[in-house]
């Protein structure tokens, strides 16, 4: 298995590409059992993308703390 992290912006293109395979939000939000406003919220940056969006594209969120360098 070669996995990786992956960018937040990265994770966007992974859910507009779900939407776009799914034919719309409404779609893809029925198909992994949330609501259609959510998705959309995700897609204009207004929520970050959680758990019940990242896992069905087969990703864990989590969030790093990187130290700031002096």
Do not use: W
Not at 13 to 23: I, P
């Amino acid at each position: 298995m070669n996995a990786r992290a992956i960018s937040p912006d990265e994770m966007l293109a992974k859910l507009r590409e779900a939407v776009a395979a799914a034919g719309s939000q409404r779609a893809y939000a029925r198909a992994i059992g949330v609501s259609e406003q959510y998705v959309c919220d995700c897609l204009k940056g207004r929520r970050d993308i959680g758990k019940s969006i990242a896992e069905p594209l087969g990703y864990h969120p989590t969030t790093i703390y990187i130290p700031i360098e002096s």
